[in-house]
């Protein structure tokens, strides 16, 4: 007698797997300082990872203050990643540095990880705007624009960080951190201006 049957025949590889408790870093660095950015890193393969490697883009802003070579990682066993972020004099505030780093592991997967790290300052400065008519700006009466909107927009992101309208004497001012930013000045009146600017 002969009887037909399927039979399931499951396989796992002995190998390590990392995965890391952030899918991207997206995060600042303040000028003038150091910042330690912390994360951890899990073994969720079946075997030992082998010895564990990080591989940081060669700049001298961002370095790794737990080692570069890990020991091994069983499975389920975890590990913390820390990285000394200082920016430095050539960078520009509000624009960010983007780039990869690579957790290698020998016996098994190791994980890319993408970041984007934006370099601010904590020193303010003041921003005014005064939005002139350039066909009456030489006249005797001279007047200045009144209700006027500014915009103040992050450089590459393009938000909005702050706005107003201009007074009766066509100022607007405004206290922001140091860095680039982008103006836009629109009046229903007048022509826009856009430009950019760094306080």
């Avoid at 073994?43 to 010895?51: R, S, Y």
Wanted: hydrophobic share 35%; charged share 15%; aromatic share 6%.
């Amino acid at each position: 007698v002969s009887l037909d049957v399927t039979l399931y025949h499951f396989c796992r590889s002995p190998k390590g797997k990392l995965q890391a408790s952030i899918s991207a870093i997206n995060t600042t660095m303040i000028k003038g300082a150091s910042r330690d950015y912390s994360f951890t890193i899990v073994n969720q393969g079946k075997g030992a990872t082998g010895k564990i490697s990080l591989a940081l883009p060669d700049v001298a802003w961002m370095k790794a203050v737990t080692p570069i070579e890990m020991a091994s990682l069983a499975y389920g066993e975890m590990a913390t990643i820390v990285l000394r972020l200082t920016p430095t004099e050539d960078m520009q505030l509000n624009v960010p540095a983007t780039g990869r780093i690579g957790i290698n592991c020998e016996n098994g997967d190791g994980i890319p990880l993408s970041y984007r790290i934006e370099p601010v300052s904590e020193s303010m400065g003041t921003l005014t705007i005064d939005v002139c008519d350039e066909y009456t700006y030489y006249t005797a009466e001279a007047p200045h624009v009144a209700g006027a909107q500014v915009l103040v927009k992050h450089p590459v992101t393009g938000a909005i960080v702050a706005q107003g309208i201009t007074g009766a004497d066509g100022t607007y001012s405004v206290e922001l951190p140091e860095g680039y930013y982008t103006i836009s000045v629109t009046e229903k009146h007048h022509n826009s201006s856009t430009g950019n600017i760094l306080i």
